[in-house]
């Protein structure tokens, strides 16, 4: 062993013994007399003593380590005179006997503190050191605690880890594929799996019934700020059960992660009908950390002349407690939020209810106080508060009302990063249309179940079943999804069908599926979190990529090694490939 | 809850409780009066009876179900009057009161019980029912116990385990890689990775001094019985440490995984330098759980006219103890043993010590008994021994020596599986040369450290350069291996220059971690253990396949999905690729 301990657990009452400590050099103080250096590993800082009295060319040794600079240092630890109450090692430092250097350094090309002076690009080629940043550091060490912990929770009720493959098999439905082309079996490809959905169905086929397993998973996405195109999920799939013991099993998985991670109980896990949550929040994944919930005026609104809400499908506001008081570029900053492209609304109404009990909107011209006072009853707005409305076609109204409600959620401060409101949002639709194509797609994916009692209405009204789907949603982010699936091979056609596939492009793709199902598949139901997004939650932050040891970019380059990068010829023809030349201009 | 309990947890003081139970039909009896049903699930197997006295309709009904049916039984748990001994739920049964089919089955194409009549391919085509059998479902179980504890033992260790990429850069040293095409940077490719190895360094200079990840890895190469295309890895590094501290670290890991996987206490680890390996054994991971070393006589043999003695090299025999009274057919069939190609010697001498203390030789005519007492000596014969001898050149001959000695060890029962003898091989040679491409290869790989104490061979006599490299060998099984890496810029440039890089080539493939090495590199080490290797090991398996979910064929298919398959054109194009047409007759 390099060290007898760490930079991070010596204390008064380790004062006398003989020491070896191993590190890096966080930052060096020349006070003329005495030289301290910050020594700093994983564990923590502890403070090297230089003394120019006593041991002068030892000093002058040390002046000359820069920063980051490998070192190994023996001493004994004594006592501090000025003790630093910020670190846990504060009380004491070692006073260095002789010290040898590991390794030197050059500068590096940012400052190694948790506040850096490096920007994005730069971190990520250097991520080795953006990593002994301790900000970053941490961010590891709890995703190392979430598996931990959900290992050994899932172990603890029977589940068993399974792995199941990484090269598998192209499927054109849902995203696109990273594909693998096959050397020994050329002009065939493998695929990366965007999930293991099918194997572990096919593990519950096998009699595996409690199965999960925390794996990679792929998709070829144009990349967004918080894709990645790896990222990983917590996979989990149970036999002879129903929804039911599927939400409490995994409220039980996400209670503990709360207790063991956080030591936090995060109260009632609340249940939403996706209906519900659309309609009163204008999303399937609601904030609930605050409510402020929609309340549709359409009626309300309507027949009074004002030709915005006239020719709109749906009239809906909030009610911003205590907002009154809002000046008018508040309000101006408001209605250029939503009427950002992404938000996309025309404009915003608001209507005062002011604490001396008068009233005062933006459309007085329309509505007059008794109205308006109908909106305060509908909104049971109380003096003091602002109602802000927004109309259009009901879909995208309700998406920008969600925007809205987000941001006054903010602005407020009614969104604290360390309250956690847990949410299942159930009876998710089986289907969604789509216009351009003009076909049904899987809101989940094509194996979920319908609810028994929507089953008939396949045949009639695709559109209005209601799956057994859920989601599992914490401070309006989705941690997680699934569904009981279909587990009966001539329903499991049926919905082939409905999504478009022919019975020979069904059987080329799903056939093994299929084919399973006629001997002896159990009922099953599953779920799947995204586990980069769980741990950025339980962080505190809003990018997975902080929680990833060494992420893509957005344009899916990992600039530290530089990859993607183009390969040999050789390599290419042993594949059998050619590279197509790009065309000019592309 | 479809059930209230397994099928493997009721006892006799469950006797008069009301149960559901849920599962496949394994077989049914029907005995005119009574019909039973073994029902089976993942924990085990309960009788289920019907009664055609009392419940003449729903035993009419039992009697159609087929094997393999998905059934759900609600009854009354009874004692069994005929208890059967060998199954934890024998001295109950189910008095069933009612069921219902959940799932029919079509007959399987194999029978699901221990001894099966599917064949290889069979199996691997419908593994989904393979697995349903409980030999193959106890070899996933062991899985997942060695995965878990070997993660609780590292954890408590303070080792992280952290998760790094699997779309990687492809790097021609080494095997080949599988690549993936990149439609976002047309005409280039990430590849997936072969090991995390320059990645786990990465995480030593970023200062996370003690690293694991359960990860796969990916290697296209051509197959053979026991590799496959993706396998898994336990990885592991350290930061401050020298090779001491690895080999006591993972003792510790394996001490626990013999102890809590198979409630067995090792013994020792031997260690034994890979010098002393290959002589006494032959091999560089021998099995110990016999002894039976090598000993070499060349100068006992040669000078008596025995041309085959005189033209050799090398002459090496065993002492098989005990076996002076083998038949002439059976000391043919060892010699026909060595005669085959892939062992490859010419012939096989043989001496036998026998018990009234004569001595007979295949090679009386050249070595008088004077000349065969010596070859007793130095093999410390006793009577009734025989010794075997092979000669030739150096390597081969040991090699060959080496089969023979685990033949012999196998024909006299010395191996039995649940016996196990664990052992370091260390010192390993730095480099390897090969003849055809007149270059050195690195034994272990470019990033392996030399000893010091033979660092300045590296200029005069590469060959003889041993690096601070070792394996963990269990019963003649490689399991994992590892070394200490070289942490110093200059030294690493120097082995690429050894190993034929320029240093054009070295920074194209390796920059990023020569970068690091400028920033502040620890001292590390680390290992690799197989784990698909240890799984079969721990399990009393030769092959790795038994112990992954779904493993692929020897064509590197997996037979069940029928993977790799071919792509859509409108895929192709969107990476930017052709496929080659293949010649006529490839």
Redesign the interface.
Known sequence: ???THNCGELRLNDVGNAITL?G?VQRSRDLGGMTFIDL???YGITQLAFNMDTRPDLCREARKLGR???I?AIGIVIERSSKNHKIPTGEIEMDVISFEI?????T?PFTIEDETDGGDELRMK???????RSAV?KN??L??KM??YT??YL?GQHF???????????T?EGA?????????????????PQSPQ??KQ??M?????RYFQIV?C?R?E??RADRQ??F?QIDCEM????QE?ILSTFEGLARHLFDAVLGVDPGVFQRMTWDDAMKKYGSDKPDLRFDMPFVEMTDLAKGKNFVVFDSSELVVGINATGCAEWSRKQIDELTEFVKRPQIGAKGLIYMKYNTDGTLKSSVDKFYDESELKKWVAAFNAKPGDMILVLSGDAMPTRKALCELRLEMGTRLGLRPKNVYKPLWVVDFPLLEWDEETRRFYAMHHPFTSPKKEDIALLSTNPGKVRANAYDLVINGVEIGGGSVRI??RSLQNKMFELLGFTPEEAEKQF??LLN????????HAGIAFGFDRWCALFGGSDSIRDY???P?NN????V?????????QA?LD???????Q?REGN
């Open positions: 062993m390099y060290r191993c890096w700093r590993d994983r980051e600079f490998v190994r590991l390794n030197a350094a050059e590096p250097y991520r080795y050191l953006d990593i002994r550091r590891l060490e995703r190392h598996a931990f290992r050994n172990a068993l880890e399974v792995e199941t493959p990484y090269m598998i098999k192209s054109p696109r594929d990273f594909v693998v082309p096959s050397r020994m079996n050329q002009g065939e490809f493998y695929a990366l099918t194997f096919l593990l086929v096998a009699g595996i019934d990679r792929f070829d144009d990349l195109p790896e990983t036999s002879f059960v129903d013991d587990f009966d056939g093994f399973a199902f006629r001997y002896g598949a159990p009922p990833i040891a060494f893509k344009a899916g380059r990992d530290m090694i530089e990859s993607p990068s183009t390969l040999a390599q042993e594949l059998g490939l050619l590279v197509r790009r």
